[in-house]
């Protein structure tokens, strides 16, 4: 029996760099598990869609697919836009056997990459002093996602022994220039900021902007195609394919 086919769902943007990142963090995953039929899908936007790969899927005699949110935030992507194209395509395809796992979120060992992603923009910055810290997040209407991120950065900052501030993109304050103005204000000069993103795009390249006028030293790049994200891509699709048998 065939292994449940992975789908690595991402929301999908106008700005090509997002697509090209994602289909670059699904060949990691590929690389670790070259066993698997995996799949990179959009929901919007970006090529080729969630149905257009289901599709393909099933033609190809798969009846079981495991579906991973390539999301950080339990915001309404997650929610409402995975649950119900999920639904949708179990609806198309009768006898087909398709689960959605946990998004990947805010796993601790991406504070790892942050890391790296901001020592490289560091170096390339020239700087080698800091004293405070930034984490830059897309931002959310629910409360509950944006609080999340101040978490994650309540610990990144704790880790480094840095004053640390969470700001947003859009959405929620406040956002990056204002946090890096903040610290600016209390005296402090050597301010980087980390960029809580999976991908480039419009969004983290103006919050990068206003960061920098600002007066931030370094803004690193998204997490971007990381060995990391893509083993805890697998890892979620280890659970779902587990859900997927029958007890």
């Known amino acids: 029996m065939a292994a449940p086919a992975l789908v690595a769902l991402a929301h999908g943007s106008r700005d090509p760099r997002s697509a090209a990142t994602i289909n670059a963090l699904v060949a990691e995953v590929r690389a670790l598990r070259p066993d698997l039929r995996i799949e990179a899908a959009f929901l919007d936007l970006s090529r080729p869609s969630f149905s257009t790969v289901v599709d393909r899927l099933v033609k190809a005699g798969f009846d ?3 579906v991973v949110p390539l999301l950080l935030s339990e915001a309404f992507h997650a929610k ?3 649950p119900t194209a999920v639904a949708e395509q179990a609806a198309r395809h009768e006898g087909l056997q398709i689960r959605a796992t946990a998004i990947l979120g805010h796993e601790m060992s991406f504070l790892e990459v942050l890391d790296q992603r901001l ?7 020239r700087c080698r002093e800091l ?20 978490r994650l950065a309540r610990v990144w900052g704790a880790h480094h022994k840095l004053p640390v501030k969470a700001a947003y993109a859009s959405t929620a304050p406040p956002a990056t220039g204002e946090a890096v103005r ?4 209390e005296g402090r000069r050597h301010i980087a900021v980390a960029s ?17 006028e600002a007066g931030a030293v370094a803004v690193s790049e998204p997490l971007g195609a990381h060995p990391e994200l893509a083993r805890t891509i697998l890892a979620r699709y280890a659970v779902g394919a587990v859900e997927l048998v029958p007890v």
Not at 136 to 150: E, I, K
């Open 64 to 66: 079981e697919i495991v």
């Open 80 to 82: 409402i836009d995975v």
């Open 119 to 125: 020592r490289e923009a560091l170096a390339a910055a």
């Open 131 to 150: 004293d405070a810290l930034v984490l830059a997040a897309a931002g959310s209407s629910d409360p509950l996602a944006n609080q999340a991120v101040a």
């Open 182 to 185: 903040a610290f600016r204000n």
């Open 196 to 212: 809580l993103f999976l991908a480039p795009g419009s969004l983290i390249d103006r919050a990068s902007e206003l960061a920098v």
